[in-house]
């Protein structure tokens, strides 16, 4: 594995994102989810399944990952231009393999821009933030709750209740990972880590709230995905929870897209369950070999 460091720059402020390179062979790019605990690093176990075929990079996303962050207001068209950056300067890769909301934003991207980013392979996919998703919509208080992250005091606080042991062993084993207990020892030290890291509260925070949803509604996200050009294989796991899924299973049917629904699994499917991951996404790409 090498790791090295990205340099994107984003009103005038200058940020440095981690990215692993492992394996040999196609490139891949691998993007995490955004969530209080995503990084680049829950892609390792789908990339140490892969990097005996294919070439893969993991990066984080700014606001992301397991370095200090800026103190930004985070919104979405920052990570829009992010994505664009990414694929301009390491040039087109083989395929791309995204997680949840970077799904998205992915959707979005090569929507607009055939070919730029390969084949896609979303891993389930989503474009809703955990709090909408609970109250069933988007409310502009919503975004209000988000900016106050920003704030001294108040902010840190909002942050802590969010990102909590109890509350992230919670969230995990509802909506994250299928088995409960996979989250404990090194690994929950891990996760806990970095939520620690400088800045971290700003694009976190929002995440929860909505804020970065690459999509306003739910007719937008579908109407990118029609418009994908690029062979696209969506992929979630059985135990994903009900309204997330129902996000999915509508992605899914579009014409155009192929679909596999894994025995097992969640949101964090790809993490928890690399190699039936592997497995569907070698077999994907080997019927579209150029």
Request: glycine share 8%; proline share 9%.
């Amino acid at each position: 594995m090498t790791e090295s460091r990205i340099s994107w720059t984003w009103r005038d402020k200058s940020i440095e994102l981690g990215c692993e390179t492992r394996g040999r062979g196609p490139a891949v790019l691998m993007l995490p989810a955004l969530s209080s605990i995503s990084t680049r690093a829950e892609m390792r176990p789908l990339a140490d399944a892969l990097c005996a075929t294919f070439t893969t990079t993991a990066v984080d996303w700014p606001g992301f990952g397991d370095r200090p962050r800026p103190p930004v207001a985070w919104r979405p068209d920052a990570l829009r231009d992010f994505l664009r950056f990414l694929l301009q300067t390491s040039g087109r890769p083989f395929a791309t393999i995204a997680a949840g909301h970077a799904a998205g934003y992915l959707i979005a991207h090569a929507a607009a821009h055939p070919g730029s980013a390969g084949r896609l392979i979303l891993v389930a996919p989503t474009w809703r933030g955990p709090l909408p998703t609970m109250m069933g919509g988007r409310r502009d208080a919503f975004r209000t709750v988000a900016d106050l992250v920003d704030l001294p005091v108040i902010g840190p606080a909002l942050y802590r209740l969010n990102v909590n042991r109890s509350m992230i062993r919670m969230m995990v084993a509802g909506h994250v990972y299928a088995d409960s207990g996979w989250l404990a020892g090194p690994r929950l030290a891990e996760k806990l880590a970095v939520t620690h890291a400088r800045g971290a509260r700003h694009a976190s925070f929002r995440f929860v709230a909505g804020a970065l949803d690459p999509m306003p509604t739910r007719e937008a996200f579908l109407a990118a995905a029609r418009a994908l050009a690029d062979p696209t294989l969506v992929l979630y796991g059985a135990k994903t929870p009900p309204r997330s899924r129902a996000e999915m299973e509508m992605l899914a049917k579009l014409p155009g897209i192929a679909s596999r629904v894994l025995p097992d699994g969640k949101l964090a499917v790809h993490e928890e369950f690399p190699a039936p991951v592997a497995a569907a996404v070698r077999e994907f790409l080997a019927c579209r070999a150029q």
